[in-house]
């Protein structure tokens, strides 16, 4: 028995109901790791939350798992099920932007609140609900498309290609994309296509990327179409081969083993907020340990979907603060004390003030990073 079930198994004997944390996620899409990797970011951070004690006089934490399988209706549903519940006060979403898209609605007519570790969609956050239940520590489009561009830049390419998904996911990174290049003269998007998911390859598009003369391809895409054009660019004489700078979507399944040996022959970038790989924060140090020991993980360069374990962790840490500050679990109130919350000394930073009445995002577009994968999957910064 874990120390967290111990807390939980006490607090029910003394007659402690449990606040609830629904977790609705992508398990039991094929390829994904990243709703794993929040269930165990969420996970760590209840465990530590209860064995000090709960919240609101010894009241343990509790994670309900909301399978949604990437499919907007599921989550819809879990969004209603979940808020009829007694005590249920945030839900987490997991990587895939229209899913939570779909599901903006349904949240603010129940005044749930949503914790993102993951979906970057700017519309997510910037809803145009009033009040915003939506809170989100990860990325978002206009960052990442921002990294990549100016990366592409900083690499002396002048002209770039762009593949995105057919999706909410992709228009945010399209709109994204167009915004930059206003403020921009480089680099150039010479070429932009789109695809939908379960694609079998990109053979089309990148012949026409090459023939309008990109030098590199920007590519907004999960793990799936990611190991496609991985697999189909290694197979390729290294003269063809175009660099591709990759949203952090790629990082949310087991890209290694589905590109196999083919990743180690192409220059695959891709933006990130955090990693474990070189990561000397005593409080990163600390919660991978905890990963280690709990999960049987190796060492940091097993972590799967690391971004997703640390913002899911300093989230449940932001909710507890929140609810103790609140005095309930009313989630008007516990929203409301999301927006004061003050100090926090997290996994992925240290933060002067989490959020505010303006501003729903924990990060901003300084704390992203480009990376690299190393032969494990894990993913090492790149100097800037």
């Not at 609140?113 to 489009?141: C, E, H």
């Not at 990561?279 to 993980?297: C, D």
Request: proline share 5%; hydrophobic share 45%.
């Amino acid at each position: 028995m874990t120390l967290g079930s111990i807390a939980l198994a006490l607090a029910l004997a003394a007659g402690k109901d449990p606040v609830f944390l629904g977790l609705d996620l992508e398990f039991g899409h094929q390829t994904s790791t990243s709703a794993e990797a929040v269930q165990r970011g969420v996970e760590l951070a209840i465990a530590e939350v209860n064995a000090a004690g709960g919240v609101l006089g010894g009241r343990p934490l509790e994670a309900v798992v909301l399978p949604n399988r990437a499919v907007p209706a599921r989550g819809i549903e879990n969004v209603k099920t979940f808020s009829a519940l007694k005590d249920a006060v945030a839900m987490f979403c997991g990587k895939f932007s229209p899913v939570v898209l779909e599901e903006i609605s349904a949240l603010h007519e129940n005044e749930m609140i949503m914790l993102d570790p993951w979906a970057a969609a700017d519309t997510i956050v910037d809803n145009g609900k009033q009040p915003n239940y939506v809170f989100r520590l990860s990325l978002k489009d206009a960052w990442a498309m921002k990294t990549l561009l100016d990366h592409a830049t900083s690499r002396g390419f002048e002209r770039v290609a762009l593949l995105l998904p057919n999706t909410g996911w992709g228009r945010s990174s399209a709109a994204a994309a167009e915004a930059y290049t206003k403020t921009h003269r480089s680099p150039r998007i010479v070429a932009t296509r789109w695809f939908n998911w379960g694609v079998e390859t990109f053979a089309e598009d990148y012949a026409a990327f090459r023939a309008a003369g990109a030098e590199a391809l920007v590519f907004v895409t999960n793990e799936g179409p990611g190991a496609v054009m991985v697999r189909e660019v290694a197979a390729l004489p290294p003269e063809k081969r175009m660099p591709i700078l990759a949203h952090h979507g790629v990082a949310g399944g087991d890209l290694v083993t589905l590109s196999g040996p083919a990743l180690g022959q192409v220059d695959l970038q891709v933006v990130q907020f955090f990693t474990f790989m070189g990561n000397q924060r005593p409080q990163a140090r600390e919660l991978l340990a905890a990963i280690e020991k709990r999960y049987g993980v190796q060492d940091a360069a097993h972590v799967l979907s690391a971004g997703g374990v640390a913002a899911a962790h300093d989230l449940t840490h932001l909710i507890a603060m929140a609810i103790q500050k609140a005095g309930t679990t009313d989630r008007k109130a516990v929203r409301k004390a999301l927006e004061e919350l003050r100090e926090y000394d997290g996994i992925v930073k240290k933060f002067a003030r989490p959020f505010t009445p303006e501003r729903h995002e924990a990060l901003s577009s300084e704390d992203l990073f480009m990376a690299r994968f190393t032969a494990e999957g894990a993913l090492v910064r790149i100097p800037r």
